[in-house]
Antibody
Framework: QVSLRESGPALVKPTQTLTLTCSFSGFSLTTSGMCVIWIRQPPGKALEWLARIDWDDNKYYSTSLQTRLTISKDTSKNQVVLTLTNTDPVDTGTYYC??????????WGQGTLVTVAS | EIVLTQSPGTLSLSPGERATLSCRANQRISSVYFAWYQQKPGQAPRLLTYGESSRAAGIPDRFSAKGTGTEFTLTISRLEPEDFAVYYCQQYAGPPETFGQGTKVEI
Protein backbone atom coordinates (compact mmCIF):
# COMPACT_ATOMS: atom_id res chain seq x y z
CA GLN A 1 0.00 0.00 0.00
CA VAL A 2 1.41 3.35 -1.06
CA SER A 3 1.69 5.96 1.66
CA LEU A 4 3.31 9.39 1.82
CA ARG A 5 3.72 11.73 4.75
CA GLU A 6 5.04 15.28 4.80
CA SER A 7 6.92 16.72 7.75
CA GLY A 8 8.61 19.97 8.58
CA PRO A 9 8.36 23.07 10.74
CA ALA A 10 4.95 24.59 11.30
CA LEU A 11 6.40 28.09 11.64
CA VAL A 12 9.27 29.71 9.78
CA LYS A 13 10.52 33.28 10.03
CA PRO A 14 10.77 35.38 6.89
CA THR A 15 14.09 34.99 5.02
CA GLN A 16 14.74 31.62 6.65
CA THR A 17 15.10 28.40 4.70
CA LEU A 18 12.20 25.96 4.84
CA THR A 19 13.08 22.28 4.70
CA LEU A 20 10.32 19.73 4.15
CA THR A 21 10.59 15.95 4.09
CA CYS A 22 8.35 13.52 2.28
CA SER A 23 8.62 10.05 3.81
CA PHE A 24 7.04 7.29 1.83
CA SER A 25 6.40 3.57 1.82
CA GLY A 26 4.94 1.04 -0.55
CA PHE A 27 7.18 1.95 -3.47
CA SER A 28 10.81 2.64 -4.31
CA LEU A 29 12.17 5.73 -5.97
CA THR A 30 14.71 3.50 -7.71
CA THR A 31 11.97 1.95 -9.87
CA SER A 32 12.08 3.11 -13.46
CA GLY A 33 9.33 5.63 -14.15
CA MET A 34 8.73 6.57 -10.52
CA CYS A 35 8.43 10.26 -9.64
CA VAL A 36 7.65 12.34 -6.57
CA ILE A 37 6.29 15.85 -6.85
CA TRP A 38 5.71 18.67 -4.38
CA ILE A 39 2.62 20.86 -4.48
CA ARG A 40 1.53 23.70 -2.24
CA GLN A 41 -1.72 25.49 -1.55
CA PRO A 42 -1.95 28.92 0.06
CA PRO A 43 -4.99 29.31 2.31
CA GLY A 44 -8.14 29.61 0.21
CA LYS A 45 -6.24 29.37 -3.07
CA ALA A 46 -5.55 26.84 -5.77
CA LEU A 47 -2.98 24.07 -5.93
CA GLU A 48 0.47 25.02 -7.22
CA TRP A 49 3.03 22.55 -8.57
CA LEU A 50 6.51 23.18 -7.17
CA ALA A 51 9.01 20.51 -8.14
CA ARG A 52 9.55 16.95 -9.24
CA ILE A 53 12.28 14.37 -8.84
CA ASP A 54 12.52 11.21 -10.90
CA TRP A 55 13.90 7.74 -10.22
CA ASP A 56 16.97 8.62 -12.35
CA ASP A 57 17.55 11.83 -10.34
CA ASN A 58 16.22 14.18 -12.99
CA LYS A 59 14.84 17.27 -11.30
CA TYR A 60 12.31 19.87 -12.43
CA TYR A 61 11.28 23.14 -10.82
CA SER A 62 8.54 25.72 -11.02
CA THR A 63 9.77 28.48 -13.29
CA SER A 64 8.74 31.18 -10.84
CA LEU A 65 10.45 29.52 -7.86
CA GLN A 66 13.38 27.67 -9.40
CA THR A 67 16.02 29.97 -7.94
CA ARG A 68 14.75 29.23 -4.42
CA LEU A 69 13.88 25.53 -4.62
CA THR A 70 15.99 22.41 -4.29
CA ILE A 71 14.65 18.88 -4.41
CA SER A 72 16.64 15.79 -3.50
CA LYS A 73 16.09 12.16 -2.61
CA ASP A 74 17.50 9.62 -0.21
CA THR A 75 16.49 6.26 -1.58
CA SER A 76 17.94 4.38 1.39
CA LYS A 77 15.57 6.26 3.69
CA ASN A 78 12.64 6.43 1.24
CA GLN A 79 12.56 10.20 1.54
CA VAL A 80 12.37 13.22 -0.71
CA VAL A 81 13.47 16.59 0.65
CA LEU A 82 12.38 20.00 -0.60
CA THR A 83 14.09 23.19 0.48
CA LEU A 84 12.77 26.69 -0.13
CA THR A 85 15.17 29.52 0.60
CA ASN A 86 14.49 33.13 1.51
CA THR A 87 10.92 32.50 2.63
CA ASP A 88 8.24 35.17 2.65
CA PRO A 89 4.74 35.30 4.17
CA VAL A 90 3.34 34.52 0.70
CA ASP A 91 4.95 31.08 1.05
CA THR A 92 2.46 30.28 3.79
CA GLY A 93 0.29 27.32 2.95
CA THR A 94 -0.13 23.58 3.02
CA TYR A 95 2.63 21.62 1.31
CA TYR A 96 1.90 18.22 -0.20
CA CYS A 97 4.00 15.52 -1.78
CA UNK A 98 2.61 13.00 -4.23
CA UNK A 99 3.77 9.99 -6.19
CA UNK A 100 3.33 9.69 -9.93
CA UNK A 101 4.01 6.37 -11.61
CA UNK A 102 2.91 5.98 -15.19
CA UNK A 103 -0.76 5.13 -15.44
CA UNK A 104 -1.17 4.25 -11.77
CA UNK A 105 -3.42 6.44 -9.61
CA UNK A 106 -1.62 9.39 -8.10
CA UNK A 107 -1.06 9.02 -4.36
CA TRP A 108 -0.89 12.07 -2.08
CA GLY A 109 0.19 12.74 1.45
CA GLN A 110 -2.09 14.54 3.89
CA GLY A 111 -0.05 17.73 3.73
CA THR A 112 1.77 19.88 6.25
CA LEU A 113 0.80 23.45 7.07
CA VAL A 114 3.62 25.96 7.07
CA THR A 115 3.24 29.52 8.28
CA VAL A 116 5.86 32.11 7.41
CA ALA A 117 5.67 34.90 9.96
CA SER A 118 7.86 36.84 12.28
CA GLU B 1 3.92 24.84 -19.87
CA ILE B 2 0.44 23.36 -20.16
CA VAL B 3 -2.17 25.73 -18.73
CA LEU B 4 -5.48 24.26 -17.57
CA THR B 5 -8.53 26.52 -17.38
CA GLN B 6 -11.54 25.30 -15.47
CA SER B 7 -15.09 26.52 -15.96
CA PRO B 8 -17.26 27.66 -14.46
CA GLY B 9 -15.54 29.13 -11.44
CA THR B 10 -18.60 28.41 -9.32
CA LEU B 11 -21.49 26.07 -9.99
CA SER B 12 -24.64 26.58 -7.94
CA LEU B 13 -26.83 23.48 -7.92
CA SER B 14 -29.15 21.48 -5.71
CA PRO B 15 -28.86 17.91 -4.44
CA GLY B 16 -30.06 15.47 -7.07
CA GLU B 17 -29.04 17.69 -9.97
CA ARG B 18 -26.37 16.88 -12.54
CA ALA B 19 -23.06 18.74 -12.44
CA THR B 20 -20.80 19.18 -15.45
CA LEU B 21 -17.34 20.63 -14.85
CA SER B 22 -14.98 21.54 -17.67
CA CYS B 23 -11.23 21.79 -17.96
CA ARG B 24 -9.56 23.14 -21.08
CA ALA B 25 -5.87 22.80 -21.90
CA ASN B 26 -3.90 25.27 -23.99
CA GLN B 27 -2.33 22.38 -25.92
CA ARG B 28 -3.23 18.80 -26.69
CA ILE B 29 -2.53 16.30 -23.93
CA SER B 30 -3.10 12.61 -23.58
CA SER B 31 -6.16 11.68 -21.55
CA VAL B 32 -4.04 8.87 -20.10
CA TYR B 33 -2.34 11.44 -17.91
CA PHE B 34 -5.30 13.43 -16.66
CA ALA B 35 -6.89 13.48 -13.22
CA TRP B 36 -9.74 15.07 -11.28
CA TYR B 37 -9.74 15.79 -7.56
CA GLN B 38 -12.28 16.81 -4.96
CA GLN B 39 -11.23 18.96 -2.03
CA LYS B 40 -13.20 19.90 1.05
CA PRO B 41 -12.12 22.57 3.55
CA GLY B 42 -9.23 21.49 5.72
CA GLN B 43 -8.66 18.30 3.75
CA ALA B 44 -6.13 17.12 1.22
CA PRO B 45 -7.29 16.73 -2.37
CA ARG B 46 -9.00 13.40 -2.94
CA LEU B 47 -8.31 11.65 -6.23
CA LEU B 48 -11.58 10.99 -8.08
CA THR B 49 -10.52 9.88 -11.54
CA TYR B 50 -7.27 9.27 -13.38
CA GLY B 51 -6.20 8.06 -16.78
CA GLU B 52 -8.75 8.01 -19.54
CA SER B 53 -11.73 7.44 -17.24
CA SER B 54 -10.70 5.29 -14.29
CA ARG B 55 -12.27 5.97 -10.93
CA ALA B 56 -10.00 5.84 -7.90
CA ALA B 57 -10.65 3.28 -5.20
CA GLY B 58 -13.88 3.89 -3.31
CA ILE B 59 -15.20 6.59 -5.66
CA PRO B 60 -18.90 6.12 -6.42
CA ASP B 61 -20.00 5.62 -9.99
CA ARG B 62 -21.94 8.90 -10.08
CA PHE B 63 -18.53 10.46 -10.84
CA SER B 64 -17.37 10.05 -14.42
CA ALA B 65 -14.67 11.67 -16.51
CA LYS B 66 -14.11 11.93 -20.21
CA GLY B 67 -12.19 14.02 -22.62
CA THR B 68 -9.59 14.16 -25.29
CA GLY B 69 -7.15 16.60 -26.78
CA THR B 70 -7.78 19.87 -25.05
CA GLU B 71 -11.27 19.41 -23.59
CA PHE B 72 -11.96 17.38 -20.47
CA THR B 73 -15.12 16.98 -18.42
CA LEU B 74 -16.06 15.67 -15.00
CA THR B 75 -19.71 14.77 -14.55
CA ILE B 76 -21.49 14.11 -11.28
CA SER B 77 -24.71 12.43 -12.32
CA ARG B 78 -26.76 13.22 -9.21
CA LEU B 79 -25.33 15.47 -6.57
CA GLU B 80 -25.28 14.18 -3.04
CA PRO B 81 -24.91 16.58 -0.09
CA GLU B 82 -21.30 15.41 0.43
CA ASP B 83 -20.37 16.36 -3.16
CA PHE B 84 -20.44 20.09 -2.51
CA ALA B 85 -16.75 20.95 -2.62
CA VAL B 86 -14.01 22.36 -4.84
CA TYR B 87 -12.87 20.29 -7.81
CA TYR B 88 -9.50 20.48 -9.55
CA CYS B 89 -8.20 19.02 -12.77
CA GLN B 90 -4.56 18.07 -13.27
CA GLN B 91 -2.45 16.91 -16.18
CA TYR B 92 0.60 14.76 -15.49
CA ALA B 93 1.89 14.21 -18.98
CA GLY B 94 5.15 15.80 -18.02
CA PRO B 95 6.67 18.41 -15.78
CA PRO B 96 5.24 20.70 -14.63
CA GLU B 97 2.20 18.62 -13.71
CA THR B 98 -0.13 21.59 -13.73
CA PHE B 99 -3.51 22.11 -12.10
CA GLY B 100 -6.60 24.05 -13.02
CA GLN B 101 -7.68 26.88 -10.76
CA GLY B 102 -10.66 24.94 -9.42
CA THR B 103 -14.45 24.88 -9.69
CA LYS B 104 -16.51 25.31 -6.56
CA VAL B 105 -19.74 23.34 -6.51
CA GLU B 106 -22.08 24.98 -4.04
CA ILE B 107 -25.68 24.63 -3.00
Amino acid sequence: QVSLRESGPALVKPTQTLTLTCSFSGFSLTTSGMCVIWIRQPPGKALEWLARIDWDDNKYYSTSLQTRLTISKDTSKNQVVLTLTNTDPVDTGTYYCARIYGRAPISWGQGTLVTVAS
Amino acid sequence: EIVLTQSPGTLSLSPGERATLSCRANQRISSVYFAWYQQKPGQAPRLLTYGESSRAAGIPDRFSAKGTGTEFTLTISRLEPEDFAVYYCQQYAGPPETFGQGTKVEI
